[in-house]
C-alpha cells in the first residue's frame, strides 16, 4: 500500500464524521447567548462583511468571545486548550517553518505519535493546516484556543527572528542601517568643512551660501507652486458611493505607543467613535517590552474585542516607531494597514472612506495619505503657526503633488497600505527617523503610486518651543538621512523615477534642508528689500541682491496665498490673521537644523522623542 493512500486511511480513522454541522448562530440561540433577532441582524450583516458569523455576534456586542467559543465546541466537537497555562512544547514549533504558524495563525500544542493537536482559533480553516501536514506523515488534529493566546505563544517562541526581521525587513541597499559611520563623516565633514572655509576664504563661502540659499529657495518655491496649482486645477476627489467589491474587506491599524502615560485612555474614546463594522476592524496597540509607562496606562483599561496590544520584545538595542511597525505588520489580520500615532483623533467614517478609494483605485495605488490637522489650535500662537503650516502643506500642497504622481513624503499618520505591497516593500526602514519619507520614495521607485483622500486626522500641535526644536531636528535629521540613502546610485535613482520625480526628489530634500540650514542667508535678503547696506555689500552685485530680494518676497507672496487657501475650510477661517506671524515662527527651525546635523555626525538612528497629551483641559477632543 502507497504511503498516500496509508496516510489517507489514517486521517479518515482519526477524523469524526463529516456529517452537517449545526449551524453556529442556531446553537447561539439555543443556548441563549443571543435572541432570534439577533441572529437575523447578524446574517443580514454576513452578506456584505467578510467575517465569520461568530466574529460578528461578538462585535455587536451580544455574545462574549467565551460564549462563542462553547458554542464551537459544541458545533464541531472539539477540545479547548489553554496556551497561556498549557505552554507547546518548544520542538513541535519545528515541524513547519515559521512562516506557516504565522500564516494559519495557529499553534502546535501537544503530539502523540502521528496526531498532532494544532491550537487554532478559526476551525472552519483548518484545510490550510492540513494541507501543510500532508506531505510529512503528521496528522493535524484540530482544537480550540483563543486567538490572542496563539499570538502570544507564537511571539514568545520566535521573539528573537521576528525582532531581528523587525530590524532587517528592508533590502540593505534601501536602508541606513550599517551607515552611521559614514553619516558621522557627512556631518562631522560638514561642519569641519564649513569652519575651515570661514577661517580661511570666508568671502568664497559667504557667495556660495549665498548662491546655495537662492537655489534652494527656488527649488522649493517651484515644488510648492506646482503642488498648488495641480491641486487647485484638479481639487482630491470624493470618495462617496457603492463598493464595487462585495464584501468589505478587514482592516488593521496599528498605533504605537511609548512612554504615553496621559494619552491611552483618550486614544480608546477616540478610536471607539469609529464607524467601520468592528468585526472588521482590528487595531494593534504596540509598545515597547521595557515600556513600564504606557503598560500601567493600559492595565486599567477595558479594551474592546477589536483592539489588541502587542509587545516588542526587548533586545537592548535599537527602540524606533519604524521597528515596531514592522514587528506589528506580521501580526496584522487585515488586507489593509494604516498608521495612527498616540495623539490621533480620526474622523469617525475614516475607515470606510479609505475602503472606499481602494476600491476604485488601480492596482499601481498603493498608499494613501490623508490629511493631517491640529484639535489645539487656539492653544497658543505657536499652535496656531503650526497648524496654518500643515494646512498649508496637507490641503494644499502634497495633494498636488500625488496629483501630479510625483513623491510624496509620506506623512507618519493617516497612510494606509495595501498590505501585500507593504510587505513586498520590506516594510518601513527601522533605523530612518523619518520612516515615512522614505517609504514614499521607496514606494515610488517601485512603481507604486500614492493618492490623496478627503479624511481628516486631528493630532496635538506641538506648541512648546523646545519639544516643537527636537520634533523638528529629528524630522530634518531624518530627511538627510533619507537623500543620502536615495542618493548612493543617483544614476539608478534617476532610472527608477524618471526626470520629473527625480527632480521632485531633489527640490524636496534639498529645498526643505537649505531653507532651514541657510536661513540665517535668506534673513539678509530682506536688508536688500528694504535698501539697507548688508553682509553682500561689495561681493554680489545689487541687481543680483534685488532679484535675491524680490524672489524671497515672491516665495512669502506665494506662500500667503497658500496659507489663506488652506484656511479657507470651515472651522480655520479664525487662523487667517495668523499667517503674518509665519516669518517669526520658522526662526527655532535653524537650531533644529543644526541639531540635525550634529546628531547626524554623532548618534544618526537616535529617536528624539516627541511627548503627547500637553494640551490644556477642554482641548482635546
Known sequence: MSDLKLNFQRRAAAVPSAAPHVPLGRILVRNGAITHAQLHAALELQLRLNAPIGEIIVAEGWASEDQVQAALVEQRGLAVVDLCRDRPEPTLWDLQPREFWQRTRSAPFKRTGAFLQVATARPDRFAEVEAGFSETGLIPLPVLGHAAAIDTVFADHFAGPLVHRAETRVAPEFSCRGYARTYGLWGGGALAGLAAIASIAPAALAVAAFAAACLTLLMFFSLRCVGFLAHILAPTADTDGDLIRAKLPKVSVIVPLYKEREIANALIRRLGRLTYPKALLDVILVLEAKDAVTRAALEDLVLPHWMRVLEVPDTGGLTTKPRALNYALDFCAGEIVG???????????????????????????????????????????????????????????????????????????????????????????????????????????????????????????????????????????????????????????????????FLGVQAFFLGTLGQFLLAPVLWTFWLGALGAPGPWTGLIDTQVLTIAATLLLAVEGISFAIAATALSTPGRRFLLPWILAMPLYYPAGVIAAYKALYELAVKPYFWDKTQHGQVVEGVTP
Not at 481602494?358 to 495605488?365: K, Q, W
Not at 498608499?367 to 496637507?394: H, K, M, V
Not at 530612518?432 to 517609504?439: C, F, H, K, P, Y
Not at 486626522?457 to 506648541?463: D, K, L, M, P, Q
Request: aromatic residues 12%; charged residues 25%.
Open 339 to 501: 498608521i495612527w500615532d498616540a495623539e490621533d483623533a480620526p474622523e469617525s467614517d475614516q475607515i470606510e472612506k479609505v475602503v472606499q478609494q481602494f476600491d476604485r483605485a488601480g492596482p499601481d495605488v498603493a498608499c494613501l495619505q490623508g490629511i493631517l490637522d491640529y484639535y489645539n489650535p487656539r492653544t497658543n500662537w505657536r499652535a496656531r503657526c503650526f497648524t496654518i503650516e500643515y494646512c498649508s502643506w496637507f490641503r494644499a500642497v502634497m495633494p498636488g503633488i500625488a496629483r501630479l504622481g510625483l513623491v510624496v513624503p509620506l506623512g507618519g499618520t493617516t497612510l494606509f497600505m495595501r498590505k501585500t505591497v507593504l510587505e513586498e516593500l520590506g516594510g518601513w526602514d527601522a533605523h530612518n527617523v523619518t520612516e515615512d519619507a522614505d517609504l514614499g520614495v521607496r514606494l515610488c521607485r517601485a512603481g507604486y503610486r500614492t493618492e490623496f483622500i478627503r479624511t481628516s486626522t486631528y493630532e496635538e500641535a506641538n506648541h512648546r518651543l523646545w519639544p516643537w526644536v527636537k520634533q523638528r531636528s529629528r524630522w530634518l535629521k531624518g530627511f538627510m538621512i533619507t537623500y543620502l540613502v536615495h542618493m548612493r546610485a543617483p544614476r539608478q535613482l534617476w532610472r527608477d523615477l524618471g526626470v520629473w520625480r
